[in-house]
């Protein structure tokens, strides 16, 4: 079973921007959608975005235009690009694919 390390979250302003990052123990290449998922407090957990083994992208229509998933099969690694970060993006981040539990996150808060 490969598992999922994420990292990359922190404290950043409106406006602001992070890259996060998804490491996997083991090959990626054979899967064919990872994704990215958000939960904050108190809030049900969202999609966030999805990539496909050949490069199609998908987006929750609260970040299109702002977020950017990529995947790197070769390092074994998934990003999420965050640009233009609201208030509301505040949430702990997950990457996960179909089948797979979902490891630790990594806070993402964005505040003022």
């Known amino acids: 079973q490969v598992q999922l390390v994420t990292s990359g979250g922190g404290l950043v302003q409106p406006g602001g921007s992070l890259r996060l990052s998804c490491v996997a123990s083991?090959?990626?290449?054979?899967?064919?959608?990872m994704n990215w998922y958000r939960q904050a407090p108190g809030k049900q957990h969202e999609w966030v975005a999805g990539?496909?083994?050949?490069?199609?992208?998908n987006y929750a229509n609260s970040v299109k235009g702002r977020f950017a998933i990529s995947r790197d099969n070769a390092k074994n690694v998934v990003y999420l690009q965050m640009d233009s970060l609201k208030v509301e993006d505040t949430a702990a981040y997950y990457c996960?694919?179909?089948?797979?539990?979902w490891g630790q996150g990594t806070q993402v808060t964005v505040s003022s």
């Open positions: 996960s694919y179909p089948g797979a539990p």
């Open positions: 083991g090959d990626i290449t054979s899967i064919h959608w």
């Open positions: 990539i496909s083994s050949a490069g199609k992208t």
